[in-house]
Structures are given as structure tokens and as C-alpha cells.
């Protein structure tokens, strides 16, 4: 993965625009994002491209509510495994990536290796859930769950900026 910085790989503050103007809305047109930032639509459409093509845009995705599609219960998950080894961890991982109520997967330092977000219908789901998928994986030790009782703050979008 390329580690440079944005400017490092040159981009500049019209790219950044267009960013978090794609962040804020994906579906807007490139003749009004042109217009708003008053560049040619060829320009800005070869930015875009770009950023496409350097994966710094890697994917466009239309955000679902989730308790309207029927998931009422949002957790964070915290898995211990034994033994650290990268067999058991890789294993975990493969299990983990294949079940669709695992929106996301982090390994972290601390006290427990893998940090899940996952989303669910019920107490029930989560307990089958639990019982059913994450104890019978290989290696896992220990399940420390929290249940959301209400999002604060819920964005995807990253600030971009340049380094000074």
C-alpha cells in the first residue's frame, strides 16, 4: 500500500474538494460539481479518474438505515485468541470476514485482538450469534460484547486535508 501523503503524490486543494464533495454526496453530477468549483467537467472528470485509478476513491456505496432494514441491535465485540499464532489467527479472521453481520474487522493492540462491529435483529440473534458463530471458532478465548443503546455520531467521511 502507498503511504505517501496526498501532496506527496500530487494532488492539491481541488482534489481535496472534489473529495469531500464526492464524500458528501457520491451521486452528484460532474457538471455540477464543475460548476461548484469552477473547473472544466473534462478537468474534473480526469481528477476523479485519478483518484480512482491511485485508490485513493476506492469504492461508491449508498449507506442503509439499519433499523429500517430490520437491525435493531448494533454492537462492538471483543475477541481474545489463544494461542497468538498466525494459523489461528488467520482461521478467525477468514471466519469472521464470511458472516454478513460483521460490517467491520479490526485487529488492535490491548487486551483483546480483534475488535468487531456488528449489527443484528435481536438480544436473541446476538446471543445465537455469539454462541453459535464466535465460540465455535478456533482460538477464541474470550466474547466481551457492548450494545449500542444510541449513535451519537455516525459519519463515513474522512477529513482530508494537506500536509503543511
Do not use: C, W
Given at each position: 500500500?502507498n503511504?505517501?501523503t496526498?501532496?506527496?503524490r500530487g494532488?492539491d486543494q481541488?482534489?481535496?474538494?472534489?473529495m469531500?464533495?464526492?464524500?458528501?454526496n457520491c451521486?452528484?453530477?460532474?457538471t455540477?460539481?464543475?460548476?461548484r468549483?469552477?473547473?472544466?467537467?473534462?478537468a474534473?472528470?480526469n481528477?476523479i479518474k485519478r483518484?480512482e485509478?491511485?485508490?485513493?476513491?476506492?469504492?461508491?456505496?449508498?449507506l442503509?438505515d439499519?433499523?429500517a432494514?430490520?437491525y435493531?441491535l448494533?454492537c462492538f465485540i471483543?475477541?481474545?485468541?489463544?494461542?497468538?499464532s498466525?494459523e489461528?489467527?488467520c482461521?478467525a479472521?477468514?471466519?469472521?470476514?464470511?458472516?454478513?453481520?460483521v460490517?467491520?474487522?479490526?485487529r488492535?493492540?490491548?487486551a483483546?485482538d480483534?475488535?468487531?462491529?456488528?449489527?443484528?435483529k435481536s438480544r436473541?440473534?446476538l446471543?445465537?450469534?455469539?454462541?453459535d458463530e464466535?465460540?465455535t471458532?478456533r482460538g477464541?478465548e474470550?466474547?466481551?460484547?457492548?450494545v449500542v443503546?444510541?449513535?451519537?455520531?455516525?459519519?463515513?467521511?474522512?477529513q482530508?486535508?494537506?500536509?503543511t
Open positions: 500500500m503511504r505517501r496526498l501532496q506527496e494532488y481541488l482534489d481535496l474538494i472534489i469531500e464533495a464526492l464524500q458528501a451521486r452528484i453530477s460532474v455540477d460539481l464543475a460548476r468549483i469552477h473547473l472544466s467537467q473534462p474534473v472528470h481528477r483518484l485509478r491511485d485508490g485513493i476513491i476506492q469504492r461508491y456505496v449508498a442503509i439499519r433499523e432494514a430490520g435493531d448494533l471483543r475477541l481474545t485468541l489463544q494461542p497468538h498466525r489461528v489467527f482461521e479472521q477468514a471466519r469472521l470476514e464470511a458472516l454478513p453481520m460490517q467491520e474487522i479490526y488492535t493492540t490491548g483483546h480483534l475488535l468487531l462491529k456488528v449489527v443484528l436473541e440473534a446471543d445465537r450469534f455469539i454462541e464466535l465460540r471458532i477464541v474470550r466474547v466481551d460484547t457492548d443503546l444510541n449513535e451519537v455520531k455516525r459519519t463515513t467521511a474522512i482530508v486535508k494537506m500536509d
